[in-house]
């Protein structure tokens, strides 16, 4: 299923771009209507992300 594929990529990616530094846990939560990511990491900027105003800012330069 397209979803197991999906969630699959979810968590794969949880785990290879966490943010070890930050002893925060990395959260994957599924509801009946929504599913909640969370993840720490170092923010560059602040608000709601879209895809008109994202630019990438890849931390390994």
Request: proline share 7%.
């Amino acid at each position: 299923m397209m979803t197991d594929y999906i969630f699959g990529k979810i968590a794969t990616n949880l785990t290879i771009h966490r943010e070890y530094a930050n002893t925060a846990p990395a959260t994957f939560i599924t509801y009946i209507n929504k599913v909640e990511i969370e993840n720490t990491n170092n923010p560059y900027g602040e608000g709601p992300i879209n895809h008109i105003n994202f630019i990438l800012s890849p931390k390994n330069r």
